[in-house]
């Protein structure tokens, strides 16, 4: 039976709001923890590090996010794992954010001068207490705009685990499309709703970058 879009209908697109923010939350926190061993791969002077770091990077930059979602979500299956869409939804987009995070963080950390490596070198800091005093806490001003910036990417990448059931904003319009047959009305709700979250970060990470802006000379 099909019924008109209300009330109800708009309270349940919002709360799925909370579904694809935590989502998001999980996905950039576990994210940066990888990213940043990712990062430190890269640009380690261990090559073995640095070659398993870089095929990392390749392989989750290399598909679609929406087939690495279809791989953990259907190849634990496969193996006898019982894993919900949620379960999945999150390690896929942790690991898909880990590999475009830490390249990012690689381009930050190459980014310091190599002056200020070889002086740290002399001093006599091996690679952890160079990367822990010298070279991280430069590289970190950097890399917040393109951060907050990609986090932009992370909330609108949600959207795909509607494809392996996940009820977030994207499913909920799904489902409430079902319902009520109105596409043009519910979809543009909900490509509100995803501009509501995302504008103020795009405008932040602008801010940001104008402010940690290396100074022209």
Known sequence: MIRAFGYNEFLFLLSAVQWTLLLSAIAFIGGSIVGLFVALGRT?????????????????????LLMQLFLVFFGATVMGIDMSPWVAAALGLTLNTSAFLGEIWRGCIQSVPRGQWEAASALGLRYPGLMRYVILPQAVKVAVPPTVGYLVQVIKGTSLAAIIGFVELTRAGQIVNNATFQPFLVFGIVAAIYFALCWPLSLLSQRLEARYAAPTR
């Open 44 to 64: 380690s002077d261990v090559k073995p590090l640095r070659w398993l770091a870089t095929g990392y990077i390749q392989v989750f930059q290399g598909t679609p």
